[in-house]
């Protein structure tokens, strides 16, 4: 059985920080792109930081270049996003995805994901 399991979201003030953690069970994660999307309400799915397989590339959202980092730890089967100067329209939920294709040569974000549960980020002003 296929798991994604998100955590690390919470309430946090503008200009504050978070990391989100993500593990998966049930399919491998070594060679799969892996990426965190998230959905505010009344809005679509985005997403926001994604990861190439072997981490040699990565790909951002415009609105959160220079304060969000993904990373991936494939040893520990875990993604990470550390957000920084996070603001209030970053308010949504987060989710993890992991890609249904493996050694996919983009890190852009596509839409054929293994999906989490999603955490929920709230940024206050």
């Known amino acids: 059985q296929v798991q994604v399991v998100e955590s690390g979201g919470g309430l946090v003030q503008a200009g504050g920080s978070l990391r989100l953690s993500c593990t998966v069970s049930?399919?491998?994660?070594?060679?799969?792109?892996m990426g965190w999307f998230r959905q505010a309400p009344g809005k679509e799915r985005e997403g926001v930081a994604c990861?190439?397989?072997?981490?040699?590339?990565?790909y951002y959202a415009d609105s959160v270049k220079g304060r969000f980092a993904i990373s991936r730890d494939n040893a520990k089967r875990t993604l990470y996003l550390q957000m920084n100067s996070l603001k209030p329209e970053d308010t949504a939920m987060y989710y993890c995805?992991?890609?249904?294709?493996?050694?996919?040569?983009?890190?852009?974000?596509?839409?054929?994901?293994?999906w989490g549960q999603g955490t929920q980020v709230t940024v206050s002003s």
């Open positions: 049930g399919l491998s994660f070594s060679d799969r792109r």
């Open positions: 990861a190439k397989w072997s981490g040699s590339s990565t």
């Open positions: 995805a992991a890609s249904r294709d493996i050694y996919s040569d983009s890190a852009y974000c596509g839409a054929n994901n293994y």
